[in-house]
C-alpha cells in the first residue's frame, strides 16, 4: 500500500542464491510481479490517452477536419473522459501556442480553394463586417492563439491570429488579422473571454504595395458612401454607444488598420480537455475548437 502510494516503491522479495539460477521468467512477468498497482494503472492510463489522441488525428484527417462528423465526435467523448488535467480552466496547462487543427467553423464559407485547398470567406465574414472592402475573398491559413499570462493579474491575454491571402495586382497578397481579448477563469471548467479590438495588417513588405492599393481604395469607397449613407452612420454610433467600438482609422505607414471595443459582449469557453500537447474547447455558440501545443523554440 504505502509502495502506491509514493509511487517509488517496490515489493521486497528475498531470494537464496541458490534459488537464482532457476529464475528464468520472462522480464515482463517479473515487472509485473514487482510494481505498484497504481503504477500499472498509469502506464495503462498514458496508453490510453495516446492511442485515443492519435486516433483523434487520423479520424479528422478521414473527414475533411470536421468536428461534426459521428465518426469524430466518437472519439472526442472518449478522449474528453480520460483528459488529465484537473480544474483544467485554472491550469497554467492552457497558457502557450497553440494551433487549430480542425476546419474553421465561421458561417457563410465559400468551400475550400481548389489549387491551394485552404478554406475560403470574405474579409467582412472574418471581421464581423468592420474591415472593408467586405466582399474581398480571402484564402485563410490554420488560426493561431497564443495565451499567455498578465502579470500581477489572474487574466490571461488571448489572441487569434488568422493567416489570410487574396489576389490582387497579379500576385496573391499575404496578411493576417488578430482578433485581441483578456480571459480569466470563471470556473473550474470555464474560461470568461472578452473581446477588446483587432488588427488588419500586411506581413510582408514585398506585398506592401498591392496592399495599400487595395486597402487605400476600401478606405476611399467608406469615405464615399459615408458621405450619402445615414443608414452606415447611424449604425456606427450605435455600435459605438452599445459596445464603445472605435471603427478603424487611417491605415498606418505599414499597411495596418485597427479597431478598439471598450464595451464588448463577454463570451466564454468550457475547456473540455488540455494536457502538453493537445487542447479542445467548446464555445458558447457550441463551436468546438480543436488545438496542437506549438513547441517552444
Known amino acids: 500500500k504505502k509502495a502506491c502510494e509514493d509511487r517509488t516503491g517496490y515489493l521486497q522479495i528475498p531470494l537464496a542464491a541458490s534459488s537464482m539460477s532457476r529464475l528464468v521468467r520472462p522480464t515482463a512477468l517479473l515487472l509485473l510481479a514487482i510494481a505498484p498497482p497504481c503504477a500499472l494503472a498509469m502506464v495503462a492510463t498514458n496508453t490510453d490517452l495516446t492511442g485515443v489522441k492519435s486516433r483523434l488525428r487520423s479520424t479528422l484527417a478521414a473527414h475533411d477536419y470536421s468536428t461534426k462528423a459521428i465518426e469524430v465526435v466518437s472519439v472526442l467523448d472518449e478522449l474528453v473522459k480520460l483528459n488529465p488535467t484537473p480544474f483544467p480552466a485554472r491550469s497554467s496547462a492552457l497558457l502557450g501556442n497553440w494551433r487549430q487543427i480542425n476546419a474553421p467553423e465561421y458561417p457563410d464559407g465559400l468551400g475550400r480553394d481548389e489549387g491551394t485547398g485552404e478554406f475560403r470567406y470574405t474579409l467582412g465574414r472574418l471581421s464581423f463586417n468592420i474591415f472593408e472592402p467586405k466582399d474581398l475573398v480571402c484564402n485563410i491559413g490554420a488560426t ?3 495565451l499567455s499570462a498578465v502579470e500581477g493579474s489572474e487574466e490571461i ?13 497579379g500576385k496573391r497578397v499575404r496578411g493576417e488579422l488578430v482578433n485581441t481579448a483578456s480571459c480569466a477563469a470563471e470556473s473550474d471548467e470555464r474560461v470568461c473571454v472578452r473581446f477588446t479590438g483587432g488588427t488588419l495588417r500586411c506581413v510582408d513588405t514585398a506585398d506592401i504595395d498591392a496592399w495599400k492599393a487595395m486597402f487605400g481604395k476600401g478606405e ?5 458612401a459615408s458621405k450619402l449613407g445615414w443608414r452606415k452612420r ?7 454607444r452599445l459596445l464603445g467600438l472605435q471603427p478603424p482609422g487611417p491605415m498606418d505607414e505599414d499597411g495596418s488598420m485597427s479597431y478598439s471595443m471598450s464595451r ?3 463570451g466564454f469557453l468550457e475547456v473540455l480537455f488540455v494536457d502538453d500537447e ?10 468546438l475548437v480543436i488545438a496542437e501545443r506549438i513547441p517552444s523554440a
Open 144 to 146: 493561431l492563439n497564443p
Open 157 to 169: 491575454d488571448y489572441k487569434i491570429t488568422v493567416p489570410l491571402s487574396f489576389e490582387a495586382s
Open 220 to 224: 476611399a469607397e467608406e469615405e464615399a
Open 234 to 240: 447611424v449604425t456606427t454610433w450605435l455600435l459605438n
Open 264 to 266: 464588448s459582449p463577454k
Open 278 to 287: 493537445l487542447r479542445i474547447t467548446r464555445g458558447n455558440k457550441g463551436s
